[in-house]
């Protein structure tokens, strides 16, 4: 017998890249500990048949975040580079759909939403829950989850599966309750269920 997920559930793993992790261009702290929380997810995704989702940011050189272009961020995720590649030791499935962003060098893209197609093919493939881990909590993590909840997704974010820039020492924690408050469910691993 088939195993069907609660509510039509996805996994949405938000820009764990080698960038955003440890010796990265834009290291998050304690990046690299998300990985082991994904691969888990991912796990528990595919024993109930859920599907599993990627975005990337996938700059082109000159994009407007770069602060030789005069953002505020160092040149990072650079399409095609290294860099921009996913973790290696995150496990994504070969049926993994993933969604480019931060691609249009003038835009500024923080939301896995923004620029892409995910919402659409989310919704048509009858999608009404999204469980989201990744990076960075305060940036992208936070405006993917608000996104999602707009675009009329319920929304459970995996504590321990998102670590923060935190660029104030409490972004991160603040990152959470907006989220929550958006209405948004924060969870422990120990305590998500597909």
């Known amino acids: 017998m088939e195993v069907l997920c609660m509510k039509k559930t996805a996994l949405f793993i938000i820009d764990v890249q080698n960038d955003f992790c440890e010796n990265g261009a834009l290291a998050v702290p304690d990046g690299n500990a998300v990985v082991p929380v994904c691969n888990r997810l991912i796990q528990m995704a595919a024993e109930r048949g859920c ?30 580079q290294d860099g921009a ?28 939403f923004d620029g892409t197609q995910a919402a659409g093919v989310l919704h048509d493939a009858g999608i009404e829950r999204l469980i989201i881990c990744g990076l960075a909590t305060d940036y992208c993590v936070k405006a993917s989850v608000l996104d999602a909840l707009q675009a009329g997704f319920d929304v459970l974010v995996v504590s ?26 924060i ?7 597909f």
């Open 160 to 185: 321990d599966g998102c670590r923060a820039v935190n660029v104030n020492p409490d972004d991160g924690e603040k990152a959470f309750a907006e989220m929550e408050a958006a209405g948004a469910t």
């Open 187 to 193: 969870l422990p691993l120990a305590k998500v269920e």
């Open 51 to 80: 599907p599993v989702l990627a975005s990337r940011d996938w700059h082109p050189a000159n994009h407007c975040s770069f602060k030789d272009c005069g953002g505020s961020w160092p040149m990072h995720c650079v399409a095609g």
């Open 85 to 112: 590649e996913f973790h290696p030791d995150l496990q994504l499935p070969v049926d993994v759909m993933v969604f480019n962003k931060g691609t249009d060098a003038n835009a500024e893209a923080y939301s896995a």
